[in-house]
């Protein structure tokens, strides 16, 4: 009788673990599968002996693993660091300016596709033969791969994968947001970006709403039903994309450029919008910095670095993909890339 109760108490002593480890791991997803197929080469540092009459297929990587019912046979090539990055990128370093050369991107971000479906696109990063990044399918699919050292530290990984892999459909958004407004609701002080509190937000809207004023904003934002909102800015008016939004109203009125007529040359009487190009600028806080320093980062400061511009990356991949497709009142193609990164 006691060996019976000593099993039983054994099954829910594991389930517990097992619970708490799915939840510490993945608190809003609600499924995903392990990886752990073997590191692939780190091209990296590839040998200077690689001669001008190489093939560019010299410097691609291939990385072959199952997951979801299914084999995923991907081809990777390292990206060009000027399509994400603009050429004057600076590294600001506690406000010193660092050579740009001492994190190089090409060496360890990776773009590229699926090799049985010809219309996916693949693209992330590759840090000791690890991929971390997006996939998404020809048909909308879309997931995303990621190394279990974010949820570990390095004394703490485990033993049996290095990844996991989930459906972006599995990320409980409802969850993430109530949990946001639980805190907002109880913490004046909680951001939603770039010091924005919760009073300070009220203010802001307040004068908005009033009409007048110098921060007084122009109807720009009155759109035609049938055009593509982006689903970054559920608030379109309140997007700080809003300026690129079609002018066209329900009311009639003179329509203006959103660009004020800058960097236009007219063929055929249409308006040609030369500059698609918006610089940014992105800065990674100290939490978000001492949580990849001691997790992904491998409390290494160089490594740390180049974690944090492989997530600049994904988010900046991310939202070209979304606006170089969507027409904003008869402009198109507009897309980000890095200026500067602290």
């Given at each position: 009788?006691?060996?019976?109760?000593?099993?039983?108490?054994?099954?829910?002593?594991?389930?517990?673990?097992?619970?708490?480890?799915?939840?510490?791991?993945?608190?809003?997803?609600?499924?995903?599968?392990?990886?752990?197929?073997?590191?692939?080469?780190?091209?990296?540092?590839?040998?200077?002996?690689?001669?001008?009459?190489?093939?560019?297929?010299?410097?691609?990587?291939?990385?072959?693993?199952?997951?979801?019912?299914?084999?995923?046979?991907?081809?990777?090539?390292?990206?060009?660091?000027?399509?994400?990055?603009?050429?004057?990128?600076?590294?600001?370093?506690?406000?010193?300016?660092?050579?740009?050369?001492?994190?190089?991107?090409?060496?360890?971000?990776?773009?590229?596709?699926?090799?049985?479906?010809?219309?996916?696109?693949?693209?992330?990063?590759?840090?000791?033969?690890?991929?971390?990044?997006?996939?998404?399918?020809?048909?909308?699919?879309?997931?995303?791969?990621?190394?279990?050292?974010?949820?570990?530290?390095?004394?703490?990984?485990?033993?049996?994968?290095?990844?996991?892999?989930?459906?972006?459909?599995?990320?409980?958004?409802?969850?993430?947001?109530?949990?946001?407004?639980?805190?907002?609701?109880?913490?004046?002080?909680?951001?939603?970006?770039c010091g924005l509190t919760k009073s300070l937000k009220l203010?802001?809207?307040?004068?908005?709403?009033?009409?007048?004023?110098?921060?007084?904003?122009?109807?720009?934002?009155?759109?035609?039903?049938?055009?593509?909102?982006?689903?970054?800015?559920?608030?379109?008016?309140?997007?700080?994309?809003?300026?690129?939004?079609?002018?066209?109203?329900?009311?009639?009125?003179?329509?203006?450029?959103?660009?004020?007529?800058?960097?236009?040359?007219?063929?055929?009487?249409?308006?040609?919008?030369?500059?698609?190009?918006?610089?940014?600028?992105?800065?990674a806080d100290h939490k978000l910095y001492e949580h990849v320093f001691h997790k992904e980062g491998n409390?290494?400061?160089?490594?740390?670095?180049?974690?944090?511009?492989?997530?600049?990356?994904?988010?900046?991949?991310?939202?070209?993909?979304?606006?170089?497709?969507?027409?904003?009142?008869?402009?198109?193609?507009?897309?980000?890339?890095?200026?500067?990164?602290?």
């Amino acid at each position: 009788m006691i060996l019976k109760y000593q099993s039983i108490l054994f099954i829910i002593g594991f389930l517990t673990i097992f619970i708490e480890f799915s939840y510490s791991l993945n608190k809003y997803i609600d499924g995903y599968e392990t990886l752990n197929y073997r590191p692939i080469l780190d091209r990296r540092k590839r040998s200077t002996t690689t001669t001008e009459n190489s093939s560019d297929d010299d410097s691609s990587i291939e990385l072959r693993f199952r997951s979801h019912n299914r084999v995923f046979n991907i081809k990777l090539y390292p990206v060009n660091s000027e399509t994400v990055f603009s050429d004057d990128h600076q590294l600001d370093i506690n406000g010193e300016y660092l050579n740009t050369n001492s994190i190089r991107p090409e060496e360890f971000l990776y773009e590229g596709f699926v090799k049985d479906d010809p219309g996916s696109h693949v693209y992330g990063s590759i840090m000791d033969g690890v991929f971390d990044g997006h996939i998404i399918l020809s048909d909308g699919t879309s997931l995303t791969v990621e190394k279990a050292s974010r949820y570990f530290s390095p004394d703490e990984r485990p033993k049996n994968y290095h990844s996991v892999i989930y459906h972006d459909e599995k990320i409980n958004h409802d969850k993430y947001r109530r949990v946001k407004r639980e805190i907002h609701e109880h913490d004046d002080e909680s951001h939603d970006g770039c010091g924005l509190t919760k009073s300070l937000k009220l203010k802001m809207k307040d004068i908005q709403d009033a009409g007048e004023g110098p921060y007084a904003t122009p109807n720009y934002y009155s759109t035609i039903d049938d055009e593509p909102v982006s689903h970054l800015s559920p608030r379109h008016k309140d997007s700080i994309f809003g300026k690129f939004a079609s002018n066209n109203t329900k009311k009639e009125r003179k329509k203006r450029s959103a660009f004020g007529g800058i960097g236009t040359s007219s063929i055929n009487g249409k308006n040609i919008h030369k500059v698609r190009t918006c610089s940014i600028y992105m800065q990674a806080d100290h939490k978000l910095y001492e949580h990849v320093f001691h997790k992904e980062g491998n409390r290494d400061p160089v490594r740390t670095r180049e974690e944090i511009v492989a997530l600049f990356y994904n988010h900046i991949k991310a939202v070209n993909q979304i606006y170089e497709v969507t027409n904003f009142g008869g402009i198109t193609g507009l897309n980000f890339v890095i200026q500067r990164t602290t």
